[in-house]
C-alpha cells in the first residue's frame, strides 16, 4: 500500500470516528399541540404573568434596559414603529429590486423584513475587544431593530464584550409564532424546512469558526432563538453526515439546496452560496480539524422552547450548552422546561445543563432573566441587590453556571471536551 492510499484511509477512518448525534424526528402538528396542553398546566393564577412577569414590574419608572421603554410616549416614534412591526404581517425576504425602486423605505419595510445583522460595541464602545473571542446574540419573537438593541447594550454591558446580533425580525406576531412552528418542525434532510432566520445564523456561526484567529464562539439565543439555535446544530450535524457517508467528497451545493428548498431569489442564491463556502471551509481540512473547530463553540439558551437540541457527535458533549429559565415562564415549559422532556418520550430532547428560578415568572430577556443575574453577580446593584442565586441548577451536585464567568469581562477556562 501506497503513502497516498494510506492517507486516504487514514481520512476514512476519521470520517466514520466522527459520528454526528442521531436526531428524533420532528413533532408533528398533534405532538405540538400536547407539548403546548402540558405547558399551560400551571397554576391558573400564574398564567396572565408568565410572559410580562409580576405587576411590579409594569409600574415605571423603568430600569435603564428593561423592554418595558419600549413604550414611551417621549419616544412616540419609536412606540408606533414597534406597534407596527408586532401587528402588520411582513415577508422574510428582501425587498425586491422593483419594489425597492418605485416605493420609498418607509413602505418597503412595512412588508419586508429579513433577517439582518449588526455590531454592538462593548462597554466602552469597543469593536475589536477580545479579539479571540466573537459572540452572537439571537432574539426571540415580537422583537424589532429597536428591542434587540436593548437585548444587545445590555449583554454588552454584561459581559463587555462586542456582540454579533443575527436580528430575527419580527414579521408580526402572527407570523413569528408560524415560524416557530416550522423550525420546530425541521425534518431531517426534507426540502425547504429551514427557515430564513437559521440560514443566515449557520452560515454566520461556521464562519466565526472557521476564523483562525477565534478561540471561542459563544451564543446567546432566547425564546424563538432558541429554535433558529437548535437548527443551527442540526444543520451542521447533517452537514457532517453527508461529509461522512460521501467520505469528505459530498458537495455542498446540493446538501444546501435540499435543505434550504427551491431557489428564486437572487437573494436566496447569494446566501446558498455564503453557506455552501462556510460548509465547506469548515470540513476541507478533514474531520479532526472540522471536530477541533465545533469544540469552540458554546451556548447559553434563555427560555429555550426548542423540541430537539442535542450535541452534534455522537458520545461527545460537543458544542458545549446550558440553559436558563425561570419557572413559570409558559414558553420555556414548551421546551427546556417542558414536563414531557422527562418523560421518556422523544418529544422534547434537550442536552446541556439547566439552572432554573423557582417560581421565576416573566419572559423577557432583559427584565426578567438578565436583570436578576445582575443584581446577584453585582455588587454594585444596591438598590436591587440579592444575595441568593436566582438560578439554582438541577440536580444532587448543581454546580454554578459557566456563563457566569464571562461576568464583566472576566473569563472562565476553556471547555474541555
Not at 439555535?229 to 461529509?243: D, K, S
Not at 446558498?272 to 470540513?283: C, G, K, Q
Not at 472540522?290 to 452534534?312: P, Q, S, W
Given at each position: 500500500m501506497n503513502a497516498a492510499q494510506g492517507r486516504q484511509e487514514n481520512q476514512s477512518r476519521v470520517v466514520q470516528m466522527v459520528k454526528p448525534s442521531p436526531w428524533p424526528p420532528a413533532n408533528e402538528l398533534c405532538d405540538l399541540l400536547k407539548v403546548a396542553y402540558e405547558a399551560v398546566q400551571i397554576e391558573w393564577s400564574m398564567l396572565p404573568f408568565s410572559i410580562g412577569g409580576p405587576p411590579s414590574s409594569w409600574i415605571p419608572p423603568f430600569r435603564r434596559y428593561s423592554e418595558y421603554n419600549i413604550i414611551d410616549p417621549w419616544r412616540l416614534i419609536t412606540t408606533v414603529r414597534y406597534l407596527s412591526d408586532i401587528a402588520v404581517p411582513a415577508l422574510p425576504e428582501t425587498t425586491p429590486d422593483l419594489a425597492r425602486t418605485l416605493l420609498p423605505p418607509v413602505v418597503t419595510r412595512r412588508f419586508w423584513r429579513p433577517t439582518g445583522f449588526f455590531r454592538q460595541a462593548d462597554e466602552y464602545g469597543g469593536v475589536s475587544s477580545f479579539p479571540d473571542e466573537h459572540w452572537f446574540f439571537i432574539n426571540g419573537i415580537a422583537t424589532n431593530t429597536d428591542v434587540a438593541r436593548f437585548n444587545s447594550r445590555y449583554l454588552a454591558h454584561l459581559f463587555h464584550r462586542p456582540v454579533t446580533v443575527v436580528q430575527n425580525a419580527t414579521r408580526s406576531v402572527m407570523l413569528d409564532l408560524h415560524e416557530c412552528i416550522i423550525g420546530k418542525g425541521f425534518q431531517d434532510r426534507e426540502e425547504g424546512t429551514v427557515t430564513e432566520p437559521a440560514w443566515r445564523a449557520t452560515a454566520a456561526i461556521l464562519?466565526?469558526?472557521?476564523?483562525?484567529?477565534?478561540?471561542?464562539?459563544?451564543?446567546?439565543?432566547?425564546?424563538?432563538?432558541?429554535?433558529?439555535?437548535?437548527?443551527?446544530?442540526?444543520?451542521?450535524?447533517?452537514?457532517?453526515?453527508?461529509?461522512?457517508?460521501?467520505a469528505g467528497k459530498y458537495k455542498w451545493h446540493p446538501f444546501t439546496q435540499s435543505m434550504?428548498?427551491?431557489?428564486?431569489?437572487?437573494?436566496?442564491?447569494?446566501?446558498?452560496?455564503?453557506?455552501?463556502?462556510?460548509?465547506?471551509?469548515?470540513?476541507?481540512?478533514?474531520?479532526?480539524?472540522?471536530?477541533?473547530?465545533?469544540?469552540?463553540?458554546?451556548?447559553?439558551?434563555?427560555?429555550?422552547?426548542?423540541?430537539?437540541?442535542?450535541?452534534?457527535?455522537?458520545?461527545?458533549?460537543?458544542?458545549?450548552?446550558?440553559?436558563?429559565?425561570?419557572?413559570?415562564?409558559?414558553?420555556?415549559?414548551?421546551?427546556?422546561?417542558?414536563?414531557?422532556?422527562?418523560?421518556?418520550?422523544?418529544?422534547?430532547?434537550?442536552?446541556?445543563?439547566?439552572?432554573?428560578?423557582?417560581?421565576?415568572?416573566?419572559?423577557?430577556?432583559?427584565?426578567?432573566?438578565?436583570?436578576?443575574?445582575?443584581?446577584?453577580?453585582?455588587?454594585?446593584?444596591?438598590?436591587?441587590?440579592?444575595?441568593?442565586?436566582?438560578?439554582?441548577?438541577?440536580?444532587?451536585d448543581p454546580a454554578k453556571p459557566r456563563l457566569y464567568g464571562y461576568f464583566h469581562g472576566k473569563r472562565p477556562e476553556p471547555v474541555v471536551h
Open positions: 464562519e466565526a469558526l472557521n476564523a483562525g484567529q477565534t478561540e471561542r464562539v459563544v451564543v446567546i439565543a432566547h425564546s424563538q432563538g432558541t429554535i433558529i439555535t437548535a437548527n443551527v446544530l442540526h444543520m451542521i450535524a447533517n452537514a457532517l453526515q453527508f461529509y461522512r457517508e460521501g434550504m428548498g427551491e431557489i428564486e431569489t437572487e437573494t436566496q442564491k447569494i446566501l446558498r452560496n455564503s453557506l455552501a463556502h462556510a460548509l465547506s471551509e469548515f470540513t476541507k481540512h478533514g474531520p479532526e480539524v472540522a471536530l477541533e473547530r465545533l469544540g469552540k463553540l458554546e451556548i447559553y439558551t434563555f427560555a429555550n422552547c426548542a423540541d430537539h437540541m442535542r450535541y452534534v457527535i455522537a458520545g461527545r458533549q460537543i458544542p458545549y450548552m446550558e440553559h436558563f429559565a425561570n419557572e413559570f415562564d409558559i414558553v420555556a415549559r414548551l421546551g427546556i422546561l417542558s414536563p414531557l422532556r422527562d418523560s421518556g418520550q422523544p418529544l422534547i430532547e434537550i442536552d446541556g445543563p439547566v439552572f432554573e428560578q423557582e417560581s421565576g415568572l416573566g419572559h423577557l430577556l432583559n427584565e426578567h432573566y438578565l436583570m436578576p443575574i445582575d443584581d446577584y453577580l453585582y455588587p454594585g446593584a444596591r438598590a436591587h441587590r440579592r444575595k441568593d442565586d436566582p438560578f439554582t441548577g438541577r440536580g444532587p
